[in-house]
């Protein structure tokens, strides 16, 4: 496997050659960009959005195009707090203005999984956005019940 950050790599070919043995170790379909995310990988999480951003028409094409399903979001939200990741998630909720409120299908928002992981920069940093550290999931823990599990 090719290193995540072999920046000189073609970005589209590391991609599909991440997503292919991803889809193989998870039985799960991954986007390149939520790859970057669930290895924490921020330099190609870069190069990967610089080369997206310089064949789109527009911010809003790009967007629409790698971020406009609702689970793409969740995976790279989720990961990059999982992941206790700062800068990924500055990136995702800042610069690519992803909802940080965001909920999957099991009512489980960031503040649950950073709260399930331990991430406790990633409570703070969430708390600070105006993350609700109350909310509740599908089966009505907030994530302190999260927290106390682990």
Do not use: W
Not at 48 to 60: Q, R, V
């Amino acid at each position: 496997m090719k290193s995540a950050l072999a920046l000189n790599a073609d970005p589209s070919s590391l991609a599909r050659e991440d997503n292919q043995q991803l889809c193989e170790r998870y039985d799960r379909h991954y986007s390149p960009f939520a790859y970057a995310c669930l290895t924490g990988s921020v330099d190609c999480f870069k190069t990967l959005y610089n080369h997206a951003i310089s064949k789109s028409k527009s911010p809003e094409a790009f967007m629409s195009q790698h971020f406009g399903q609702r689970e793409e979001q969740i995976d790279c939200l989720f990961n990059a707090v999982a992941k206790n990741n700062y800068e990924l998630l500055r990136l995702l909720t800042t610069d690519l203005k992803i909802d940080y409120r965001i909920t999957d299908k099991l009512g489980r928002s960031a503040m649950h999984v950073a709260a399930e992981k331990g991430a406790d920069l990633m409570i703070y940093m969430l708390a600070e956005m105006g993350a609700d550290v109350n909310i509740t999931d599908n089966e009505g823990e907030t994530p302190l019940h999260k927290a106390v599990k682990e």
